[in-house]
């Protein structure tokens, strides 16, 4: 099976090439930002694209449907702890595959330290039940053949979604066979499903959630893979500078504690009421009535990824009952509650936003009623942006039958949407500060920590081994990514002719490629401002309608609606790095006492410190308690 799949995907290769607009003679608005040298952002190729795609719906479906209920049914009659162990027993059961590898790749104390671990877990181990060699201090090792053939010269190998197994290549498809053949549970009738299930049992319902929380799951699927099997992980240096930019990398521990939490969620799909559309949105529930907490994550942010859901936990342990929406930037709320095909602008963003909580909260009412004692809105980052644009237009919207909340709370948020973009790009095309010919080298080592990074146990106090420029690249390259689906969806929807690329639901690598060439800035310029100077008449397409469309996107806009609402509160730290220092001394002047600012922890890189947590969770308290 896995030889022909492989031939089969040989011989279904076709063109990947993607076109560009050439901006080189541009000299309209924004026409510096489309001259500037950029970072090439990291693509595979995928010339078996269409193929990958299918076999990986397939492949989904299946893991949906069958895979993900019978690991559900396991779970059910094995105890967590008993699923441990038996996973380790089949790690340690791979030890030929491991050690032959090692030796083809000649790699003799890893095949040394290979055998020691396999004989201490086989033994003192119980058949490797349990793992006293970690103990030891002796590490794991593991090679597979894919791996070898890359040793042995076969660097670069074909993209190709691999049945029943996932993301792989050719190179690596090919090398599953000896793969298999040294896998001594193979040659046990049951075994090597039961081993299977077992594993997955613990990773099907993050996986599944990873993969609706995407717009296109298959590409960075496919671009972390390549870039896990091609990237030399020994190849870095472990060195942290402290700054605005590596605080802010420690956000991603700004995540849910009880691994369980996520599946007592309760959802509800997409629809239509008398208020408008209603977004898919996630929930909890208290037993009791309890104040009701509306969460929106930032940029790009959707309602079930790690952030959103960790802030979630925090204000359900602390007795809230919870709702998370994605936001207005993201593409399923693009899909459902959007009511323009361009997301960015604030004012309208905000508005959609303030339409689509009205109309879930008209829904939790009707479904629970008393259950809710207050309500509450907590917004992060470009969520917080939008929450605070809703506070300042409360009076105006409460007219119009939208709902009004008991407290808002702002983490972590921006003043000018302008310098905010012009960061996010600058951090992205830090990279260009290395020599030329060192620059892919230097990327490449970049990456590599963070692979190396997230196949290990990554806790709150562990020390990120990355520079201030090294953390700066990878702040923009995970913004620049967001920017990559905003741009494919929302031509997808309404194709303004910017892109160039042809594209189908089966070949989109090309033009995801295409849009990772824009910056947020180019983005603004040719997208954004383009879109609604046919909408709005101030919002003229040049340089003075810019201005306005950057005025209007601005906190200093709405600040007297935010100094007039005394339910606000905001939460930021000094050295964020999408505020200027005149913008702190502005948000003091403006809200007073409403306004706590921390000396450090970047942007959004010290919420998962219980500290932290709890002064804001008491002044949230004491606002709400104020508005009542």
């Known amino acids: 099976m896995l030889v022909v799949s492989c031939l089969l995907a040989l011989a ?10 050439d901006w080189s003679h541009y000299d309209g608005p924004g026409a510096e930002y489309f001259k500037r040298e950029e970072v090439v952002f990291p693509h595979v190729d995928d010339p078996l694209e269409p193929t990958n795609r299918v076999l990986a719906a397939i492949d989904y479906g299946a893991y949906r449907y069958l895979i993900a209920p019978l690991c559900a049914l396991y779970r059910n009659f094995v105890p967590g702890a008993v699923r441990k162990h038996l996973t380790a027993a089949g790690e340690n059961f791979l030890y030929p595959r491991r050690v032959l590898n090692n030796i083809l790749q000649w790699k003799w104390p890893e095949a040394a330290e290979e055998t020691s671990r396999f004989v201490v877990n086989t033994t003192v181990g119980v058949a490797g039940l349990y793992d006293p060699a970690k103990g030891m201090g002796l590490d794991a090792h593991d090679e597979d053949f894919g791996q070898t053939f890359a040793k042995w010269g076969w660097k670069n190998s074909t993209y190709f979604f691999l049945p029943f197994y996932g993301p792989s290549t050719i190179r690596d498809g090919i090398g599953k066979v000896p793969d298999e053949l040294s896998d001594p549970l193979n040659y046990v009738f049951a075994l090597p499903y039961g081993r299977r299930i077992n594993r997955l049992s613990d990773e099907v319902e993050s996986n599944l959630r990873l993969v609706d929380s995407y717009f296109d799951p298959y590409e960075p699927a496919r671009t972390l893979y390549t870039l896990d099997r091609e990237v030399d992980v020994s190849n870095f240096s472990w060195r942290r500078d402290e700054s605005s930019a590596t605080q802010t990398l420690d956000s991603i521990f700004l995540t849910f504690e009880d691994p369980w939490f996520p599946e007592r969620r309760n959802q509800s799909r997409a629809d239509v009421n008398e208020v408008g559309r209603v977004p898919p949105y996630t929930y909890w529930l208290q037993k009791e009535p309890s104040p009701l907490v509306y969460i929106v994550p930032g940029l790009g942010g959707h309602r079930e990824s790690n952030s959103a859901l960790g802030l979630a936990e925090i204000a359900f342990q602390r007795g809230n009952s919870v709702v998370v929406i994605s936001n207005p930037t993201n593409w399923e709320f693009i899909e459902y509650a959007s009511s323009v095909d361009i997301p960015g602008y604030v004012p309208v963003d905000a508005r959609d936003l303030h339409r689509a909580l009205t109309a879930i909260d008209q829904e939790m009412e009707r479904r629970y009623p008393g259950a809710f004692t207050s309500k509450r809105l907590a917004g992060i980052s470009m969520g917080a942006f939008q929450t605070l644009f809703i506070a300042a237009d409360e009076e105006a919207a409460s007219r119009e039958g939208m709902m009004v909340f008991d407290a808002y ?18 951090f992205y095309n830090a990279p260009l500060a290395f020599p030329a010919q060192e620059r892919e080298k230097k990327i490449n080592e970049v990456l ?4 190396y990074l997230s196949e290990g146990d990554l806790t709150p106090g562990i020390e990120l081994p990355f520079t201030q420029l090294e953390a700066q690249f990878l702040i923009g390259l995970s913004f620049r990514m967001d920017l990559q689906f905003v741009i494919v969806q929302t031509q997808e929807r309404h194709d303004m002719g910017v892109l160039q690329t042809k594209r189908s639901k089966l070949q989109r690598a090309p033009v995801f490629r295409e ?17 609604y100077a046919t909408r709005d008449s101030e919002l003229t397409f040049d340089e003075a309608g810019a201005k306005r469309l950057f005025e209007r996107c601005d906190l200093h806009s709405i600040a007297d609606g935010l100094r007039a609402n005394d339910k606000v509160r905001l939460f930021a730290n000094e050295n964020d790095f999408l505020l200027q220092p005149k913008d702190v001394e502005w948000l003091r002047e403006l809200l007073g006492d409403r306004a706590h600012f921390f000396p450090a922890g970047g942007h959004l890189g010290n919420l998962h410190r219980k500290t932290i947590q709890e ?5 949230m308290e004491k606002a709400a308690d104020d508005s009542s």
């Open 12 to 21: 279904a290769g076709c063109s990947t090439d993607f076109e560009r607009r």
């Open 409 to 426: 709370l702002a983490m972590d948020v921006p003043v000018s949407l302008e310098h905010a973009m012009q960061q996010l790009d600058r």
């Open 448 to 451: 590599a920590k963070v692979l």
């Open 515 to 531: 849009a990772s060439e824009y910056s947020y800035m180019e983005f603004v310029y040719a997208f954004l401002l383009p879109y």
């Open 615 to 619: 002064i804001i969770q008491s002044t």
